[in-house]
């Protein structure tokens, strides 16, 4: 999401990269990171305009990767 924003900055700014920078933005950015989130197995492939699916939820145990090891 942070790589989004950075992107909609600079290619909203007309001095650097004209008037169509937001169509840019949408077509090369937006688009190919929705199509990823809201992927069959994306991280928000549970959520709907209605109601949402209760399995997309995180998981309660964090893998032990993101764990730092004491020593």
Known sequence: MHALW????ELTDPASCGYTGPSVWHRDH?????RE???????FAGCTKGEHQVDHRM???VPSAWRREET
């Open 6 to 9: 950075l992107a909609w900055q």
């Open 30 to 34: 937006l688009d190919p990171a929705m």
């Open 59 to 61: 998981p309660g145990t």
């Open 37 to 43: 989130l809201r992927a069959a197995t994306g991280p």
